[in-house]
């Protein structure tokens, strides 16, 4: 008899803004990798191409980096605030220089990180008994 392995949790995905329309724009094989990886995610596991973002003290902000008919994407997410994934900002990386990504997207990762531990913060409180 063979045992069956139990299915893992799937963290609840929360949209931050216009991330999920944004997402929806790429073209279908990065559309497709990207949902793939934010799956892994949600299982408490991490894809290869997701990686942590510069600037935002560890591994709590990754960005999933995707290249298609040499376009580079972008999809940016947080697994640090319990129990959900939260995807901050998803685009097309348009600078040729380096892989940095612009001081302008960076900022408005920011706001919407801040925007989740809000949202977060509120689903916790109305969730208490």
């Known amino acids: 008899m063979s045992k069956k392995?139990?299915?893992?949790?799937?963290?609840?995905?929360?949209?931050?803004?216009?991330?999920?329309?944004?997402?929806?724009?790429?073209?279908?094989p990065v559309m497709k990798e990207m949902?793939?990886?934010?799956?892994?995610a949600q299982t408490?596991?991490?894809a290869d191409s997701a990686?942590?973002?510069?600037?935002?003290?560890?591994?709590?902000?990754?960005?999933?980096?995707?290249?298609?008919?040499?376009?580079t994407y972008r999809?940016?997410?947080t697994v640090k605030l319990a129990g959900t994934v939260y995807v901050l900002h998803c685009f097309q990386k348009k600078s040729q220089k380096g892989s940095e990504t612009p001081k302008q997207?960076?900022?408005?990762i920011k706001q919407r990180l801040k925007t989740a531990i809000e949202l977060h913060e509120r689903q916790k409180r109305s969730e208490k008994p």
């Open 51 to 71: 990686k942590p973002l510069h600037g935002f003290g560890g591994a709590g902000v990754l960005e999933i980096v995707e290249d298609h008919a040499g376009d």
């Open 105 to 108: 997207t960076i900022n408005l």
């Open 5 to 28: 392995i139990p299915p893992l949790p799937v963290k609840p995905l929360r949209w931050i803004g216009p991330s999920k329309d944004e997402l929806m724009e790429f073209p279908d």
């Open 44 to 46: 408490g596991d991490k």
């Open 75 to 77: 999809a940016v997410y």
């Open 35 to 40: 949902g793939h990886a934010l799956h892994l």
